[in-house]
């Protein structure tokens, strides 16, 4: 029987990938965008000083790869001291090309896709995909005054400018709070204990998440949150035995005989 208590909701916290946004997006979106995009953003942004910081980033990084027992005999390629732009700029498109289809998650990296997909919100390129039942829900749960929170492990950062330039407009003010792995990885029973003290909820068990992933899922369950799977197209198939709620839509959150909305 997958069964909540019935316990009221009095707080909702979402993840991003696989529940509001495709599980794709990044993939398919965010990622060719820097590819696309690189070499125009170097030559544009070449003399800016966040730029010529996130350039530094990668050359310090390239100097590691060298000695680094994992990276130095793979031909990392080099981002050298000096040399004109061209020449420097070609080596950080060859570079970060290089770490991109490595699957390579460095810190210097991220940085320099952070500035760039800051950019290309702003100038309206990129809009962050959302599904289409994600606004009403909000504002479902928006009009019984239970307050939303986002829990993802993208950057507080990288959440916000995905719901502020959403396909639906501006999203942000829907939310209470936004959270990271800063506070704790989102498989961890402890990251959701800190969540629920975070939001001044003595009683968890009225807080709701929802999520894809069944290892989240167990982990929240844990903390005695109530949790919902979201199986949107795309994402991992869910194992047969799990104790959840499954919604295809938020919407269907309204409902789930095992919600219970109202105080």
Do not use: C
Not at 65 to 70: A, V
């Amino acid at each position: 029987e997958k069964m909540l208590r019935k316990i009221p909701i009095r707080g909702v916290v979402l993840d991003i990938e696989g529940t509001t946004t495709s599980i794709s997006f990044v993939a398919d979106t965010l990622f060719p965008y820097i590819r696309r995009e690189l070499r125009n953003y170097l030559n544009k942004n070449w003399n800016n000083t966040e730029l010529k910081s996130d350039v530094e980033g990668l050359r310090q990084l390239y100097k590691q790869d060298l000695t680094s027992d994992q990276y130095k005999d793979k031909n990392v390629p080099a981002i050298s001291d000096n040399g004109s732009d061209e020449e420097l700029q070609e080596q950080v498109v060859k570079n970060v090309t290089w770490q991109m289809d490595a699957d390579r998650k460095s810190t210097p990296l991220k940085a320099l896709q952070g500035h760039m997909w800051r950019s290309g919100y702003s100038s309206g390129e990129l809009k962050g995909h959302i599904y289409d039942d994600v606004l009403p829900t909000f504002q479902k749960i928006n009009e019984k005054n239970i307050p939303i929170y986002i829990y993802s492990s993208g950057s507080i950062q990288a959440q916000k400018l995905l719901f502020e330039n959403t396909t639906a407009g501006n999203l942000e003010h829907f939310f209470k709070g936004h959270y990271d792995t800063t506070i704790g990885l989102k498989t961890l029973t402890e990251s959701y204990v800190a969540i629920a003290k975070d939001i001044s909820e003595s009683e968890p068990n009225h807080l709701l998440f929802v999520t894809d992933n069944i290892l989240e899922a167990y982990a929240a369950q844990k903390a005695h949150w109530q949790v919902v799977v979201a199986d949107r197209p795309g994402n991992k198939p869910l194992p047969l035995n799990h104790p959840f709620p499954v919604v295809t839509s938020l919407l269907q959150l309204f409902q789930l005989s095992d919600v219970t909305w109202s105080l």
